[in-house]
């Protein structure tokens, strides 16, 4: 699906965002494609991710090591991981280039700030989902402040009263911006939740 | 999913997990409304809602054919049995570069029903399908929602697929560029009709590599991209060439 897509917030909020998916495809690279997202693993993990996970295993920050991700690795495997600079996600594509391991790669974030990369790169970009907004009976929505917090869970595991509880005990003074970041980021279970970016967001609430 | 009433201890904690707002405290025990769970399992996760008495099971027929409909469609750890592929069942663009799903001169459109926060039901999702059915689109064959039609060239779907509820679900086709226009017109009458939202992809392929590719001018019909979007670095091989 498209889960990294649709990403709420201001572009200046969401500068410092980035999500990495390599999507063996199904039928066609996909078979005895695990010692290649193993390699990319190893990089991403020499990187320093934000965030990663697996849908096997559930993320870094519901107490599953990298290990245990790269122990449970299905027959068609995938990769997907958050970084909360360009610099390392500019390393990660750089040294996946160099290395030809021929797995779709797709990088979500700002137009400019991904353009950027493959340009410095010299790679070609293929084809780009283009987020058009969300529409129909828009009044079902929560407010922004908790869209910007729940759309980085693109599967939807992320309730807009868990958001709510976050704000409101950070508010309280009863958790840090960072501890509330990782209770709404835990249902996140691909791990594709930029912890960086939410711990700047509930940030604005201590002291209110 | 279930709560088995002798363990639980009223104590709340699932309560704010659900996406859908089904859990809530009866009688000092909580309760799942069964019509409203879209069984994406997250209050069974142990790691994430920490149920102090482990007090949620799952139903017997959750991978049964029509409940399993809820379970394909809503927990990212549950791979659909069609297509191989899990989260909502389809590779969009992750794979473009080798697969060629959306070419040349084509644009692709996703309408992701039920995205963010509010969850879709397939009367909903067939309200659109049926709409769009005038344009005589193909749906993609590797999308899971393929498998849900009773009579794909009238949109309509399958009678066990109407009764069911899930967090989103894609309806993904491509057309082609003179297309666009009265397909989005379509979609966004369409919405205004239903008692859920809907995320828009629009998916284009790059024709010079140094600048996005171009899209026609839709502000009339409310539309506007993103500043942010998903790219596909075209790193895959064998590239699927047009």
Redesign the interface.
């Known amino acids: 699906m498209t889960h990294s897509l649709h990403r709420r917030g201001s572009a200046c909020s969401l500068k410092e965002d980035f999500v990495i998916l390599v999507t063996p495809a199904v039928d066609i690279n996909h078979k005895d494609s695990g010692e290649k997202l193993w390699k990319i693993l190893d990089i991403v993990t020499e990187v320093g991710p934000n965030n990663i996970g697996s849908y096997e295993t559930g993320t870094i920050y519901t107490g599953i090591t990298i290990d245990e991700i790269r122990a449970n690795m299905p027959e068609t495997p995938r990769v997907r991981c958050c970084f909360d600079s360009k610099e390392k996600m500019h390393e990660v594509i750089r040294r996946i280039k160099e290395e030809d391991l021929g797995l779709s790669i797709t990088i979500s974030g700002l137009n400019e700030e991904v353009l950027d990369i493959c340009q410095d790169l010299d790679i070609k970009p293929h084809s780009v989902n283009y987020s058009l907004g969300v529409h129909g009976a828009t009044e079902l929505l929560p407010p922004e402040e908790v869209l910007e917090l729940l759309t980085m869970c693109g599967h939807g595991m992320i309730s807009k009263d868990l958001v709510k509880k976050a704000i409101d005990e950070v508010k309280r003074g009863r958790k840090t911006p960072y501890d509330a970041a990782v209770m709404v980021a835990q249902p996140c279970v691909c791990g594709i939740f930029n912890v960086s970016r939410a711990e700047r967001l509930l940030s604005k609430y201590v002291g209110q | 999913m279930l709560i088995n009433k002798e363990l639980c201890i009223g104590c709340g904690l699932c309560?704010?997990?659900?996406?859908?707002?089904a859990i809530s405290i009866k009688d000092r025990k909580a309760e799942i409304d069964q019509d409203s769970c879209t069984e994406?399992g997250?209050c069974g996760?142990r790691?994430?809602v920490k149920c102090p008495t482990s007090a949620f099971y799952d139903r017997e027929d959750v991978t049964k054919y029509p409940r399993s409909i809820r379970k394909y469609f809503?927990d990212?750890?549950a791979?659909h049995v069609e297509?191989?592929?899990?989260?909502?069942?389809?590779?969009?663009?992750?794979?473009?570069?080798?697969?060629g799903r959306?070419g040349k001169g084509q644009y692709?459109i996703?309408i992701?029903m039920?995205?963010?926060?509010?969850?879709t039901s397939y009367r909903d999702v067939e309200k659109m399908t049926m709409a769009l059915a005038k344009f005589d689109i193909e749906h993609e064959p590797?999308n899971p929602i393929k498998f849900l039609f009773e009579d794909e060239k009238k949109g309509t779907l399958t009678k066990e697929a109407l009764e069911q509820r899930v967090?989103?679900t894609?309806i993904e086709f491509n057309v082609d560029k003179d297309q666009l226009i009265p397909v989005l017109e379509t979609?966004?009458e369409t919405?205004?009709t239903?008692?859920?939202?809907?995320?828009?992809?629009?998916?284009?392929?790059?024709e010079d590599?140094?600048?996005?590719?171009e899209?026609p001018d839709?502000s009339g019909l409310?539309?506007?991209?993103?500043?942010?979007?998903?790219?596909?670095?075209?790193?895959?091989?064998?590239l699927k060439e047009d």
């Open positions: 309560v704010p997990y659900c996406p859908v707002n994406c997250t996760r790691s994430i809503s990212p750890m791979t297509t191989k592929v899990p989260g909502r069942g389809t590779e969009e663009i992750k794979t473009n570069d080798v697969t959306v692709g996703g992701e039920g995205r963010p926060s509010v969850a590797c967090i989103s894609i979609i966004m919405g205004k239903l008692d859920t939202v809907f995320s828009l992809d629009l998916i284009a392929r790059f590599t140094d600048k996005m590719p899209i839709l409310g539309l506007e991209p993103r500043p942010n979007s998903k790219i596909n670095l075209g790193l895959g091989r064998p």
